[in-house]
């Protein structure tokens, strides 16, 4: 989703796993964007420990967040992760794809743990950049027509974005 805020705009990603009430998930994710939706840049970390309070009071499963506050002026992304794959950055001119952070970074999902501290993330995006946002389904996604049960993976995400790297968005 994306809410823009008075500098730029909010994108988030969840992923919603086991939860006994997927409702209680989106409501705490509409209620946390809704709540940051003109605090940006800077705010990332907030959104995690809000939806975090929300969603805590349903039973069992958990929920992956990639918050986002994207300046559009200092082509600067900020973001927060809880369980949630980093967001890759994609150089149209030289066609290389990487990670905008590490793993580690990534957190724990949503409801795992009480008093977990997600950790802010930032980049300053070049210019002749694309940046993908995904859930984990993509890269767990079973390509159609593979002759072995393997799944898309990261590296099938990664030759899509450089396959189709002319395309327009």
């Known amino acids: ?3 823009r805020g008075q500098r ?3 994108p988030f990603v969840a992923g919603v796993d086991g939860v006994a009430a997927p409702e209680a998930g989106v409501g705490g994710l ?34 992956t967040l990639l918050y986002c506050a994207l300046d559009a ?15 890759l950055l994609q150089d149209l001119t030289t066609n290389e794809v990487r990670a905008l952070g590490s793993r580690e970074q990534g957190g ?3 409801v795992v743990t009480e008093d977990w501290e997600y950790t802010p993330c930032e ?5 002749q950049c694309r940046v993908l946002l995904y859930t984990d389904g993509l890269d767990e996604a079973f390509p ?26």
């Open 1 to 3: 989703g994306f809410r």
């Open 8 to 10: 730029g705009q909010c």
């Open 30 to 63: 509409a209620a946390g964007a809704e709540r940051l939706a003109d605090g940006l840049p800077g705010e990332t970390i907030r959104v995690a420990g809000l939806v975090d309070e929300v969603v805590g009071e349903g039973e069992g499963g958990f929920i």
């Open 73 to 87: 002026t200092q082509h600067l992304l900020q973001w927060t992760s809880a369980g949630h794959p980093m967001p």
């Open 108 to 110: 724990l999902p949503l």
């Open 123 to 127: 980049a300053t995006i070049p210019p």
């Open 144 to 169: 159609e027509g593979g002759e072995k049960h393997e799944q898309f993976g990261l590296t099938g995400i990664i030759n899509t974005l450089k396959a189709t790297v002319n395309l327009p968005l």
